[in-house]
Every structure is written in C-alpha cells, then in structure tokens.
C-alpha cells in the first residue's frame, strides 16, 4: 500500500471517527503540526491556532464588508446634489463642468461625456473632443465590453489616444459605460467616461451597481441638453 493511500486511509478512519483521541489522549501531545510562523506546534496548539486564524478571517472579511457598505453609502448620498445640479443645467456644456467638479471631488482625474456624431444633433458649443466615431470605437467596444455595458480596467495606449486628449494623459484605468435607450435607432448613443491615474484605482472585478445609477441619471437629462437624430 502506498504512503499516499495510507495517508488518505487515516485521514478517512480520523473524520470516521472523531472521538478517536478520546481513547488514545497521549497522541495529543506527541504529534506535531508545522506552523510557517511559530514553528513546530502540538495538535492542540495548532487546532487552537487554526481557529484563530479563522476568527481573523472572518473578521477581516467583516471589516471588508464594513468599509464597503460605507463607501457605496457616501457615493449614494453623493448622487443627491449631482441630480440637483444636473438638474439646474440648461445646456451640455454645463453638465459636464458639473460632472467634472464632482469627479474631481471624489479624487478621480477625469469624468465626461463622449457623444456618438450619428446619434445627436452637433453644435457649436459642444467641443470637437466630446464627439465620438462610432467605427472607431465599435474596436474597443468589441475587445473591451464583450455582451455588457460597461468597462473597467486599463487601455492601450492608442485606445487612450481615442477617447482622451494628451493634456489627460498619464491615465492608469477607466470605467466606461454605454448610454443608451432601447426608442434609439442605435443601441448606444454615448458614452460615460471616468479615468484614474492609479491603474488599480478601475478593475473588471468591481461591483458596477453605482455607475449603472449614474449612467441611468446622466441619461435622463440628454435628451434636455442635446437633439437626438431620428
């Protein structure tokens, strides 16, 4: 019989038989645990070391938790003055110097607004910057968004080139979201875009609940900032 079965055969015997060391106490003091900081351990020390370890866990994973809840909190409460004063503005202009102020108070470098050109009705006051080719970036949509909505994480530097303009630069990550109502001829006639110099600041693990709340707000007031082509 191999040394791995016989392992395998006492380890089954042992979770068979859990009242094992009741019978055999003295085996208590004299097997031995490896522990990678504290060195050789009994089997009683490393199960009482085993469930400490769990109970730092559980309480790591509660303050996660913890802060968490805090941060979604506070950038929930935060969407209550931004819907006033998105709704104060009159034009697009204004809102995105409002969504600026707002990003910049949350500590990220940039917050905007891309508009596809065969979507809306273009005009004068709209910076050539906050247009977008829709071919253009039907690539990064394609490489980047697969079937969702949303995007966060890192770009090349020629996707950075496409949506950015060099006085943003250095951007680490970004958070894109598609705008767009199902009544549109497109199925997305923006795009939402958040960028942080920390390229760990975005990642494609995050939860997206918030930016879909912003994004549905941001659309809302399209339609009374810009002229959507029929």
Request: net charge negative; hydrophobic share 40%.
């Amino acid at each position: 019989m191999s040394e791995e079965l016989n392992a395998s055969a006492v380890a089954d015997y042992l979770y068979q038989h859990p009242d094992f060391f009741q019978d055999y106490p003295q085996l208590l003091d004299q097997l031995q645990v490896i522990h990678r900081q504290k060195g050789v351990l009994s089997l009683v020390e490393a199960k009482l070391q085993r469930q400490r370890d769990q109970l730092q866990r559980q309480q790591q994973e509660l303050d996660t938790i913890h802060k968490m809840a805090e941060h979604n909190e506070r950038m929930f409460f935060s969407l209550l003055p931004l819907q006033t004063r998105f709704s104060q503005a009159k034009r697009l202009p204004d809102g995105l110097t409002i969504l600026q102020d707002w990003t910049t108070a949350l500590g990220l470098q940039k917050g905007t607004l891309l508009l596809f050109r065969d979507s809306w009705v273009e005009s004068e006051e709209i910076a050539a910057h906050n247009w977008l080719d829709r071919t253009a970036f039907e690539i990064i949509r394609l490489e980047r968004f697969g079937l969702q909505r949303h995007y966060l994480g890192t770009l090349t530097h020629r996707e950075k080139t496409l949506l950015l303009l060099p006085e943003d630069f250095p951007i680490g990550s970004v958070a894109l979201c598609l705008l767009g109502k199902r009544k549109s001829r497109h199925p997305y006639t923006a795009v939402l875009l958040f960028a942080a110099k920390d390229e760990r600041h975005f990642h494609r693990h995050q939860e997206t609940t918030f930016l879909q709340q912003l994004a549905e707000m941001v659309e809302q007031h399209l339609d009374h900032w810009l002229i959507e082509k029929i």
